[in-house]
């Protein structure tokens, strides 16, 4: 990974950060991209490699764009994509959700990582080399109980993924994607809007992943020989069986 130009979206906080932290340990160079310039100043103090920001919410179009032809000709050359930036709105039935959630997942989570990845595709597409690694869930591979707009964004960013790999395959970049379960990150007080004690309850009893964890799986995939591709990965905590079947200690 030494050197390489590692672009991460959504690298402000949970597995954003910790992916960020995992390639700078490896030399990589990053492009870190969040919508909280603070939060990206605060992290790039802890990084020990070059880094250039980009400030940006995925769900708007001209911005994507323009963020990445702000960028100076060498940090074009990508090497590897990892689209992290995504979210979870609200926890309800079809029949009481609230349309603003439904707007912000899809528009965030399916959207948004097709922006990015559209921008960064011309340099990949000329040198025929480069690794898309998209960030899914557990949500993308089984429906639960009220989770049904989340879920159609997962499994939209999995069924694109699929369909990007196809599309790429004869340029020889690789297309992958990761679906974790559960990972005690700052995702559930989003969802909750910011009731913690709402949120915690997500993760009692079950020792969920961390998102370092998870960095370490995305690590793994862009480590590999470019001649395999780890095309899908699902990653669970040990008490966690599927998308709803949780052991929980009593």
């Not at 997942?105 to 990582?113: H, R």
């Not at 997962?154 to 790429?168: C, E, P």
């Not at 910011?194 to 862009?222: F, N, S, W």
Request: hydrophobic fraction near 40%.
């Amino acid at each position: 990974m030494k050197d390489k130009i590692i672009c991460i979206t959504g690298a402000s906080s949970g597995i954003g950060w910790a992916t960020a932290k995992a390639f700078a340990n490896q030399g990589a160079r990053l492009i870190l991209c969040g919508r909280r310039k603070e939060k990206l100043d605060e992290l790039e103090e802890q990084l020990r490699v070059e880094t250039v920001q980009l400030i940006f919410d995925v769900r708007e179009r001209k911005a994507v764009f323009k963020a990445f032809e702000s960028l100076a000709s060498p940090w074009k050359k990508i090497d590897v994509l990892v689209n992290n930036a995504g979210n979870a709105h609200g926890l309800d039935p079809v029949q009481t959700a609230n349309i603003d959630d439904w707007d912000a997942m899809i528009d965030g989570n399916v959207k948004g990582l097709m922006y990015v990845t559209k921008a960064v595709l011309p340099h990949m597409v000329e040198s025929k080399k480069g690794q898309i690694i998209n960030l899914g869930s557990i949500a993308g591979k089984e429906v639960y109980p009220n989770g049904s707009v989340y879920c159609s964004s997962k499994f939209a960013v999995d069924a694109f993924t699929s369909g990007l790999r196809i599309d790429l395959n004869p340029l020889r970049i690789r297309v992958g994607a990761i679906h974790p379960g559960l990972v005690e990150t700052e995702f559930s007080e989003v969802r909750f809007k910011g009731d913690e004690q709402r949120a915690a309850k997500v993760y009692e009893g079950i020792d969920a992943l961390t998102a370092e964890d998870v960095a370490d799986a995305i690590l793994y995939m862009a480590s590999v020989p470019e001649k395999v591709n780890i095309a899908d990965m699902v990653i669970l905590p040990t008490r966690q069986a599927n998308a709803y079947i949780n052991n929980r200690e009593s």
